[in-house]
């Protein structure tokens, strides 16, 4: 698989960089900085700030992948190929990960670790969501303070990336009152497309002793007659792989399963299988009238005729010290993109640090394709 460093010229971390920032735009037009010339003063032998807008994440179907120990970025479609040291990535509709857990395996046996260290509290109320209008009088330079004076010791629970149920799947679909799992009036289910590309249409149905789905199968012209699927034991996890080929559900991982049913805070999390996914549909029926449609609307799993229409498919997602608080980590969604929240991580590989910051969205200049992504950040080795 080819994939192509960015051929922007790359920014060693020790050199010393003169930034003044005047603002922050994502679909703006505001401009983060151009003020090369004033000195930056890093604490307690942090490295000099580094700005750069170097990692291309604007093409949907690849993954941008940064390593800041040379402020490089990779474009890859697979990232079993990416050759070379990396601590992060991100891709459209996916957002971000790091190198370590599920994700990967370190740079060279070093094992890679990252938390949220800062995030400004007033942008969410008590449910999480966030303000967008105290976002849009934030900017890059009423930030730097707090980036720069942020030591190591803002964090204490570094972690490592887990897999997670993919957002479009999420978990609306059960509720538990008490010790009781109920499937909510409503549920509309998934289109599932296994690793080998056949597909069924699955809809949660009932629990009695363990989950229960409708299933039909594609069989390549139309959908097999419903079938329920066996009662998936998620909670002992006695049958929580589950194949929609053969409708069979088994107690360890076999070959050709889809799902995987895990057990989190008691609730099901279902995990796909590598390479498999599930996708968005939509009525399209009417004019900007783009509503998410049930499953039993659809007449076929990739080209489905008038009054639907498929919108992408979503693999696995990441639990990580990346991924929070905002809707993808340090970006939080307005209209067609995204606008940054500021929020400050570390990342830890050994004893070297580095302090990142999301800054932007569409280059420095605000101007550049969505994908375009600034980031700010600055490293120190800690020899205790």
């Not at 789905?213 to 009662?231: K, L, M, Q, R």
């Amino acid at each position: 698989m080819n994939f192509e460093i960015s051929k922007k010229q790359q920014l060693a971390l020790s050199a010393v960089f003169a930034v003044a920032l005047t603002g922050c735009g994502s679909d703006s037009n505001e401009t983060i900085g151009d003020g090369i010339g004033k000195d930056l003063q890093p604490a307690d032998s942090w490295s000099a700030t580094v700005i750069t807008s170097n990692m291309d994440a604007t093409d949907s179907s690849t993954i941008a992948v940064y390593d800041l120990s040379s402020a490089s970025n990779t474009v890859t479609n697979l990232m079993e190929d990416v050759q070379g040291n990396w601590h992060f990535a991100y891709q459209k509709s996916r957002g971000f990960e790091t190198n370590s857990g599920d994700n990967g395996e370190g740079n060279s046996g070093v094992e890679i670790q990252g938390c949220t260290a800062h995030t400004y509290s007033e942008l969410y109320d008590e449910d999480g969501n966030v303000d967008l209008g105290k976002i849009e009088t934030m900017t890059a330079s009423s930030t730097l303070s707090q980036f720069e004076s942020l030591d190591i010791g803002a964090c204490s629970d570094f972690k490592t990336d887990a897999t997670a149920t993919p957002d479009l799947i999420g978990s609306e679909w059960v509720e538990l009152n008490g010790h009781s799992i109920a499937i909510p009036v409503g549920t509309k289910g998934w289109i599932i497309q296994s690793s080998d590309e056949n597909y069924a249409r699955i809809t949660p149905k009932e629990y009695d002793g363990g989950l229960i789905f409708s299933v039909e199968t594609w069989n390549g012209t139309s959908w097999d007659a419903p079938i329920d699927s066996p009662a998936i034991d998620y909670y002992s996890g006695s049958n929580a792989y589950y194949d929609f080929d053969t409708n069979t559900a088994n107690a360890t991982e076999v070959q050709g399963w889809d799902l995987y049913f895990k057990n989190t805070n008691h609730l099901p999390e279902i995990i796909l299988a590598e390479g498999a996914g599930v996708a968005y549909y939509y009525d399209n029926s009417e004019e900007d009238a783009f509503e998410y449609v049930s499953v039993d609307q659809l007449d076929h799993p990739t080209s489905p005729t008038v009054g639907a229409a498929l919108y992408k498919w979503y693999g696995n997602t990441t639990n990580g010290a990346l991924t929070g608080p905002g809707y993808y980590g340090g970006l939080e969604r307005k209209d067609y993109g995204y606008v940054p929240n500021y929020t400050t991580y570390l990342i830890k590989e050994g004893n070297t640090y580095y302090k990142i910051q999301f800054l932007g969205y569409n280059g420095e200049d605000g101007e550049a394709d969505n994908g375009t992504l600034v980031i700010r950040y600055a490293s120190k080795t800690n020899e205790e």
